[in-house]
Each structure stands twice: as structure tokens, then as C-alpha cells.
């Protein structure tokens, strides 16, 4: 019941602050054809959001982008610059391909995260995935077709994942994932196997209008579970789940045990 509370205490708090609320943050999209409206209304969100964050409880705050049902890219864009932003005051940088995180901003991002626990009674988890039968699309295909794949799926697991999780491309059709606050085991094996339904959607290529191609993903999981591993150990940890999936016959998900 206390987290209840707080989910209503901070709604409050962003609904009466006018340009708060999800709406307003979702009339973002009308913009898009605007860019100088655009760039108004982002620089005065921000603002907003900078004075709202700085007055409010981080906890809270995850708790609200966890637990809110329809956050947008944009929404996550801001809440990852709140958090992260300052800490390091780098720029982080994006995979091209993706525009997922790229390796080294995925690496830092993680050591930040692992180096503050920010809800104690919460698991950090980690996915590795890894395409099934990729390099037969590119075979058949070929490689700018396969690479049109991989932005597709890149774009599917931006919009699977919640404000407060972070996905990079590792490399090649490799991707991986931080799942933070989490509250049990079965939310992630629930995350993950949402993360392969949607991956598994059938795609729709730009370059190949009538190709109806599918294709599927393995993944492996790691949790943090109080020992005092670094973020390399733990994806090590989860890319030898992901290997155990493809051994199961892909398209699965295996826990690191
Ligand atoms: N199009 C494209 N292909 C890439 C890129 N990076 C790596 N690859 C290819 O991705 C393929 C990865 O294949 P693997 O993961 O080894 O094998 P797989 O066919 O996916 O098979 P399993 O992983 O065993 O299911 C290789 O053929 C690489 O050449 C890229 O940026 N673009």
C-alpha cells in the first residue's frame, strides 16, 4: 500500500504541474513536422522536467515511469538525461544502425546503475540477445538488407522496454538490456518473452515492399543477486544463458544458474 501512495503522490504532482501530464507529453508527436515549434516545446518541457526532477524524490520518480503504462521514446529521452545526464557529463552516444545505445555509453550507463542501488528491495537484471539465423538473411538477402533488419529490431526493443531500462547494441546482431527496479524473477522472464514476441512480428522492409520475412531471437538472463559482480562478469553471466536458449532450439529464454 505505501507504494500505491507514492504512485498518487507523485501523479499528483505531475498532473497539477501544467505541461506534466501524459497527455501533454504525448502531444509531442504533433510537432513532428515542425521543427521550430518542435525545438519550443522540447527546450520548455525540459525546463519543466528539470525543475520538477530537481524537487522531487528519484525513487519516486522510477516508480512513476515504471509503473506508467505509455511511455513514449521521447519521455525516456528526458528521464535517462535526468539521471544519467549529469553524472557524466558526456555525451552519450548511439549505435547508427539502432540509434540504441552503442557499447561504451551502454558499459558506463551500467557501471553508474551497478554502483548505486537506488531501491534495495529491487533486482537489476541483464538480457543478452542474439538473432536466431541471422546470416541467412544476409546470404539470401543481402547486407544492407540485413542491416535494415537490424534497425528494424533495434526499434522494436527501444519501444519494449520502460523508461528506466537501457538497451545497446553489442555488436552485430547482438543486443543487450539492463532491466532495473525490478520486483521479481517472472517480471523478467515476462519482460524478456514480450522482447521475443515482439521481435518475432512478422517485417516490413522498406527496400523489399512485398517480402513477408520473420525471424526469431535467443536470450539469456542474469541477475544481480547481492554479490559484488561487475557489469563485464554479468554480461558474461547472461551471454552464457543466451548460448544455453540456442542450444534449447532458440527462440527462448534461459535464466544463468
Ligand atoms: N547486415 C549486417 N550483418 C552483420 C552486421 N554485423 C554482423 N553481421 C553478420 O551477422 C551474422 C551473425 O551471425 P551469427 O550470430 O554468427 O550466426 P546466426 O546466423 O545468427 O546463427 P545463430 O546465432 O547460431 O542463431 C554474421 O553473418 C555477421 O557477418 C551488420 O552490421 N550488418
Do not use: P
Not at 111 to 138: R, V
Not at 181 to 210: G, P, Y
Amino acid at each position: 500500500m505505501e507504494g500505491d501512495y507514492k504512485k498518487v503522490g507523485v501523479d499528483n504532482a505531475l498532473t497539477q504541474k501544467e505541461g506534466l501530464n501524459e497527455n501533454t507529453l504525448n502531444v509531442s508527436r504533433d510537432y513532428a513536422n515542425d521543427s521550430i515549434q518542435a525545438a519550443e516545446y522540447f527546450s520548455n518541457l525540459v525546463a519543466s522536467l528539470q525543475q520538477f526532477v530537481q524537487a522531487a524524490n528519484q525513487n519516486d520518480l522510477l516508480k512513476y515511469f515504471h509503473e506508467g503504462s505509455n511511455t513514449t521514446a521521447v519521455q525516456r529521452r528526458i528521464l535517462d538525461l535526468m539521471i544519467y545526464g549529469e553524472e557524466f557529463g558526456v555525451e552519450t552516444r548511439h549505435d547508427h544502425l539502432t540509434g540504441l545505445l552503442d557499447r561504451t555509453s551502454f558499459l558506463e550507463k551500467l557501471k553508474f546503475t551497478l554502483s548505486k542501488t537506488l531501491q534495495k528491495d529491487h533486482l537489476t537484471a541483464i538480457i543478452f540477445l542474439d538473432l536466431d539465423d541471422f546470416k541467412a538473411i544476409n546470404d539470401q538477402y543481402g547486407h544492407s538488407t540485413g542491416d535494415e533488419v537490424i534497425s528494424i529490431i533495434g526499434r522494436r526493443i527501444s519501444a519494449s522496454i520502460r523508461a528506466q531500462d537501457l538497451a545497446c547494441r553489442w555488436g552485430g546482431d547482438e543486443f543487450v538490456l539492463v532491466l532495473q527496479a525490478i520486483t521479481s524473477k517472472d517480471l523478467v522472464s515476462q519482460l524478456a518473452n514480450r522482447l521475443l514476441a515482439a521481435i518475432s512480428q512478422a517485417l516490413q522492409l522498406e527496400s523489399h515492399e512485398s517480402l513477408q520475412l520473420t525471424l526469431s531471437a535467443s536470450a539469456g538472463i542474469a541477475i544481480l543477486d547481492g554479490m559484488n559482480l561487475n557489469s563485464i562478469d554479468l554480461i558474461e553471466r547472461a551471454d552464457k544463458a543466451m548460448y544455453l536458449a540456442k542450444k534449447a532450439g532458440k527462440n527462448c529464454v534461459e535464466f544463468y544458474s
